[in-house]
């Protein structure tokens, strides 16, 4: 529901990247995110939906959902969330952690592939 006025207070907003576009896809982007939650239930769904697929297939999805997003803050945010491996190596101290956690990633080695 952000209009002109939200838009240019966020470009005097100093806290904060005051770059129009980014501005405009954030706004985009969330509202991208209350449709899908709207169509698959819940943001989580549609991720339920489309897992598995490797970071190649993920990103083509996402540039194609939303705006702004490339490889690097696709698989970032994939590895946050679980469903990318890659943000801990075997040899660290938390691995097993993430292990015993059964992120998404582990379901399917194939999608295990960090590719991009």
């Known amino acids: 529901?952000?209009?002109?006025?939200d838009?240019?207070?966020?470009?005097n907003d100093s806290r904060i990247?005051?770059?129009r576009l980014k501005i405009e896809a954030t706004i985009f982007n969330a509202?991208?995110?209350l449709e899908l939650q709207k169509e698959?239930?819940?943001f989580q769904n549609w991720f339920l939906f489309h897992h598995p697929k490797t970071k190649l297939e993920w990103v083509k999805l996402f540039k194609k959902t939303f705006k702004f997003t490339g490889g690097e803050i696709v698989g970032e945010f994939l590895m946050s969330i679980g469903y990318l491996d890659g943000a801990?190596?075997?040899k660290c101290y938390i691995y097993p952690k993430i292990v015993s956690s059964?992120?998404?990633w582990m379901e399917n080695k194939k999608t295990n592939l960090n590719l991009v």
């Open 102 to 104: 059964k992120p998404k």
């Open 31 to 33: 509202n991208t995110i």
């Open 1 to 5: 529901m952000y209009g002109e006025n």
């Open 17 to 19: 990247i005051r770059n």
């Open 88 to 90: 801990h190596t075997k």
């Open 7 to 11: 838009k240019q207070r966020l470009l």
């Open 40 to 42: 698959f239930g819940s």
